[in-house]
């Protein structure tokens, strides 16, 4: 560029011709005026770089991880004081050339991590050297440079590194090239290969594990191999002694020793199932450290078959060889273990070498994964077994009602329709209670002070705990509100105090607290993850017996009770952990066998303004007054309910038009001189469901009020009611002063 500029002012000055020459020199000046700046820029950007380089350089000198940074071409530019005493090397070679000793292809591996951190800006890899693990991190420095950091990493169960390790094993990636071969295994072949096919007489398809043989410098050896998945389809391949057995002390002690050494658990299994070698991983794992003669099948169990003709059928050839999930007996927590077993035939004889794996993790989200499945499962089932009795317990308390209503206190048959009545309602709260659990009972919230509930609950605590156990009750002063129903939340804490004086027999103190609780970040506990935020914990704390471990997945499941059989029906908990869950809230359970139990509730705290309370059903008047006038389309499915529903309303003055679904009721609305008043509607029913065919009916009839009635909660289409004007929700069983008082108010 700057050779341009002279050729235009050069030319420029001799031309005749004064505003072609003025032109020529104006570009000449321009074109050497940039690249001036150019030259300038380009300076300082050299400048940037040298300074970043010097600051990295002097950053790095005193780590003790080897460090290097290099330019483009792959030439080192700096080596730190760790790397020039581990490689004495020096800036000018290239990195491959260095590391040419301590990897098997370090050029492949270095321009792979080169390219990742050219477009992320950093990476890293673990890799297996001849020297053991390491991790090498690589970070790019500006546009033209790489900062290089190679960190040793401790070796597994504190084992030696693979160089020094007296057993024969190799690293090789899933192409079939050994990327490393420790000088065990170098002694056995002679030398150093490259790929599998120099090493085994024969390399299978389907892996190498079980017995193989090897090409010696004396011809073929025969071995057992186990393989060890590493990542990005690298396999650590072992190779083991395959032969006569050691029969001397001192050779049985040093094959136990270079097997110990081994990060991989190991079995030898005879065929009549008795373990005739265990490394020490596998004695850690199966939790016994002389399990030397030992059956297998005293070791495991969990299989969901016989261990012993497991092991047989495997030692025999008999079927494929699958890896299994077994638990270890001895340890005295649980301990899964995956079993693979390949079959070693000896002399005539066949054995089994296992590899074992500490699968405890995996095992236990898959618990965690079916238990939740579980709960979710039985939430469903006990939510359509309780709409199914609440349409049951409609029909039956409706007709008790309309009996009572011609019966006085003096018939003969007024006590037993009363006992009808009482059993009825005995009847609907059990299935309130399994809508609890299943979150789909009705709820009707308000913004509660807990300080507040929980004094207005005290005395009812008080007389329930008795007299040998004593209630302590403590507050946290600054107690944030809380959004919940106040009758079901004081049944979740009744249902505590009383599970915590059961596990009390002798005695004791029930401690129920209070406090504010901010998580900064999220808790992840039990299967549930609460977010951020400010909570209200209550805390309900006793002294009692205590549960045991293996029972504390199972306390929230309906039913399930340690209580003997007529002292309790095993909902308490459901039924609690359902009130809590259906409001926002989490609950959680610590327990000390022996110790006491504490269960810890979290609502989330509520700063919104205060609400007007919706109207509860035991609001409403018991009695309307007057007769009632009104024309009623009633449209239910369930034929006992709609046969007691129009009784009801007719005894009030109503005139009732019955339908047995959406489609019939549709069909008695295109009469267009008919005039009703309310629609009486369940939601649920066969064909079209309750708000889609009132939706249709009211773009035609936009002034009729809407009652819904439903055995599940109003929280189950609580949207779609939201869109229908002029409508309430009325769950059932309802009675037959309930039904019309609703109507009335409909109307009025």
Partial sequence: MLGAAVVFLGVGAFLPDLRLSLVLVACGSTLAAVAVLLKLLSGRQAEAEKALAATVAGFTELDSAPCFTTDPLGCVTHLNASARKRFSAEAGETLPRIMRDLLASPAALLSRLEARAEARGHTSEDVVTRKGHMRLVVHRLGQEGFLWRMEDMVERDGSRGAESLSLPMMTVNKTGAILFMNEALRRVLGGRAKRLEEVFVDVPEDGLGG???ISGPSGELPCHVVEVAGQAGRREVYLLPAGKPATQPAAVSAAT???????????????DGTLS?????????????????MSFAELVEGLGRSVRDWVTDAAEGRGPLRAEVARAKMPLKDVFLQVSLSRVVENGEPSLVAVLNDATELKTLEAQFVQSQKMQAIGQLAGGVAHDFNNLLTAISGHCDLLLLRHDQGDPDYGDLVQINQNANRAASLVGQLLAFSRKQNLQPEILDMRETLSDLGH?????VGERVSLSLTHDPELPAIRADKRQLEQVIMNLVVNARDAMPEGGTITVETQTRTLDEELHRDRATVPAGTYVVVSVSDQGTGIHPDKIGKIFEPFWTTKRPGEGTGLGLSTAYGIVKQSGGYIFVDSILGQGSSFTLYFPAYDRPEEAPRRALDQLPREPAGKGEGVILLVEDEAPVRAFASRALRMRGYTVLEAENAEEALRVLEDIELKVDVFVTDVIMPGMDGPSWVRKALEMRPDVKVVFVSGYAEDSFDNEQALIPNSVFLPKPFSLNELTATVHDQIH
Avoid: F, S
């Avoid at 020793?257 to 065929?271: F, G, K, N, Q």
């Avoid at 070698?277 to 003669?293: F, K, Q």
């Avoid at 009812?460 to 329930?464: S, T, W």
């Fill in 211 to 213: 017995p193989q043989r």
């Fill in 257 to 271: 020793e270079v097997l110990d050494h081994l990060p991989v658990a190991l079995l030898r299994i005879r065929r």
């Fill in 460 to 464: 009812l605590l008080n007389r329930l």
């Fill in 277 to 293: 070698m265990a490394n020490r991983l596998a004695r850690e794992l199966l939790g016994h450290d002389d399990v030397i003669d």
